[in-house]
């Protein structure tokens, strides 16, 4: 028998498993075993990687590991730390597997440096649905490891499929906005494994160290960066304030309400910050990267820039506006769509309120 009392919960399983016997090799077989489980603390392994050192072929591993399973059904009495090992990670899964591991250890539970997965597969031997606690899986993603439940297996995938498309929108996305979008978790529990899983991406960039909005440096689409290279082509500074009006109004064209949010002038600010290429003071941002109008802006958008760009106050009505540059009546569409839609124009305002049938100019020109 094995003495538990001075052992850890790893310990006890792993000198457990050395008394089993399995017959002829009994030694070796435990060792194949322990490294397929996990219970030697280094993560588990697949049939074929536990036979290589003896080579065994994995159907040989299969027989191996399913007797020593069996044994430890039939003979191993279940110890109170594994039971509160289980519930623990029950109720914080789905969750990093670092974060497990080192409750388990602050709880005294298991050895430091112990990889969960050990336990998880005395856990699923053992058959503990008795208790209605769920085996945790251990899974891996972007190279970092988490432990998700069987209807959670996804979900790390799914999580960074949201933010995709939340920041390819919006330019940036928060550990909030993403939770809103993930059902049948508590909300400490969900928070936690977005922003786990936001940082096993290597491409997440954090807006700032108190904040909880990000971005992706190189991955998927980011339109609000694509509307500053149109607007920082042709100008050289822009009020944030500006700014927003200027993205919402481009924002209004293929809006999804689902999936669309304006920016806070804060996170906006800081998002702007964030990249070499901007620079903010106070509320006026400046770029210092030469972008080309003719890559970034539409034909018809420059057309208009450049007819306001001529008036003494950068401003004008949108019939003078219309005389100007609608010469043919195909001009028509392209002329209504830049109007309302491009983010190189905005309506002046008087008195708080818009100046209808007026435009004028973003910011300063270049």
């Known amino acids: ?10 310990e006890v399983i792993s000198r457990y498993v050395d008394l089993i016997d399995t017959g ?15 219970f030697d603390g280094k993560g588990g392994s697949s049939m074929q990687v536990a036979g290589e050192p003896y ?5 040989s591993v299969r027989q191996i590991t399913n007797k020593v399973a069996q044994k430890l ?24 597997s670092s974060l497990l591991e080192t409750v388990l250890v602050d709880e005294g539970i298991i050895s430091e440096n112990y990889m969960l997965e050990g336990i998880l597969s005395i856990i699923d031997i053992m058959d503990m649905k008795d208790l209605k606690i769920k085996s945790g899986i251990a899974i ?18 799914e999580i960074e499929s949201i933010a995709i498309t939340l920041i390819s929108h919006n330019g940036a996305t928060s550990i909030e906005e993403i939770g809103k979008e993930i059902k049948g978790l508590s909300k ?16 997440t960039l954090w807006l700032d160290v108190e904040s909880d909005w990000f971005y992706f440096s190189e991955r998927g689409r980011n339109r609000f960066f694509r509307r500053l ?72 958008d420059l057309i208009i820039f450049n007819e306001i760009k001529a008036t003494e106050n950068h401003e004008i009505r949108e019939k003078i506006l219309e005389d100007a540059v ?21 309506q002046p305002e008087k008195d708080g309120k818009k100046k209808r049938g007026c435009y004028k100019l973003l910011g300063e020109v270049k």
Request: glycine content about 2%; aromatic content about 8%.
């Open 24 to 38: 002829n090799n009994s030694k070796r077989n435990n060792e194949i075993a322990k490294r397929y489980f996990g």
């Open 55 to 59: 080579s065994l072929t994995r159907e």
């Open 188 to 203: 400490k529990i969900k928070l936690d494994f977005v922003k786990d899983v936001a940082n096993s991406i290597s491409e």
């Open 229 to 300: 290279e149109q607007i920082f082509s042709v100008y050289s500074k822009v009020n944030v304030s500006d700014l927003q009006k200027a993205i919402k109004r481009s924002w209004k064209k293929n809006f999804d309400e689902n999936k669309t949010r304006l920016l806070s002038k804060k996170v906006m600010l800081d998002l702007v910050s964030s990249s070499p290429d901007y620079e903010v003071s106070g509320n006026v941002i400046a770029c210092n990267k030469d972008f080309s109008a003719e890559k970034h802006v539409k034909h018809f």
């Open 326 to 346: 609608v010469s043919d009546v195909n001009d028509k569409w392209s002329f209504s769509v830049a109007l309302n839609y491009s983010p190189l124009i905005i």
């Open 140 to 157: 891996k993603h972007n190279g970092c490891r988490f432990i998700v439940g069987k209807e959670n297996i996804n979900l790390a995938q």
């Open 1 to 10: 028998m094995v003495n538990q009392k001075t052992l850890n919960l790893n």
């Open 73 to 96: 059904r039939d003979t191993f009495v279940v110890p109170k730390e594994l039971y509160l090992a289980a519930s623990i990670v029950d109720s914080k899964t789905p969750a990093s």
